[in-house]
């Protein structure tokens, strides 16, 4: 398995503000995601983060509003832009591992916006 | 397109008796199905995973689950509910040609289980 650790775990922001949110890897993986877990909601997919690359975002989900940056293999950062208390969910890091097709998240963080 | 229906909100066992989890799924070509449990202020953690060959499949802490073509179901089950059960269950699934993270959550369903 992988260990994921994100950091903040819970950050509360006021509007218009933004946030960045960090993602580490105990190893190094190709494949990186971000995902977002609105309240009583299920997880929804913003982007891939690729590294050397731009991330590969979803339907819904534009780059600025959640900038996201791959400098290497173990590490990722999100930012959530200009923020609105509809953006206030959890927010998760996921890696992948194609080999085992194993998916693992890291354990959130918590955002409120005001 | 792929899709996952978990038809229960909630399950309420009984410590000591089975559990069922329920999870169908729609999806093109080859089904990769996965479970997770999400316990409270914390990520989510894999369970167990069909990606081919037997239809049963077990994972961590005593769950298994069975996978059916027909019926395009992969419920989740224990044979003895423990109070540390309860969480929040995820049912997940992609099509085998796609990557990791092309993976379709289904809502959850919370489990409760009483001493």
């Known amino acids: 398995s992988a260990v994921i650790s994100q950091k903040p775990s819970r950050d509360i922001c006021q509007r218009g503000t933004s946030l960045t949110i960090q993602c580490q890897v105990d190893s190094q993986v190709t494949m990186m995601f971000w995902y977002r877990q609105q309240p009583g909601q299920s997880l929804t997919l913003i982007a891939t983060a690729n590294q050397g690359s731009e991330a590969t975002y979803e339907s819904g989900f534009v780059i600025d509003k959640f900038p996201i940056s791959r400098p290497n293999l173990t590490f990722s950062t999100l930012t959530v832009s200009n923020m609105s208390p509809e953006d206030s969910s959890i927010y998760l890091c996921?890696?992948?591992?194609?080999?085992?097709?194993?998916?693992?998240f890291g354990p959130g963080t918590r955002l409120t916006v005001l | 397109a792929q899709s996952v229906a978990q038809p229960e909100d909630q399950v309420n066992v009984a410590e000591g008796n089975p559990l069922t989890v329920k999870c169908t799924y729609s999806v093109s070509g080859n089904p990769y199905l996965f479970w997770y449990v999400q316990y409270p202020n914390r990520g989510l953690q894999f369970l167990l995973k069909y990606i081919t060959g037997d239809n049963l499949v077990k994972g961590s802490y005593g769950f298994e689950a069975e996978f059916n073509k027909s019926q395009t179901s992969f419920h989740l089950k224990k044979p003895s509910a423990l109070v540390s059960d309860s969480a929040l269950y995820f049912c997940a699934v992609r099509a085998g040609n796609t990557n990791a993270g092309k993976s379709t959550f289904g809502d959850g369903t919370t489990l409760t289980v009483k001493p």
């Open positions: 996921s890696v992948g591992r194609e080999v085992y097709n194993e998916q693992f």
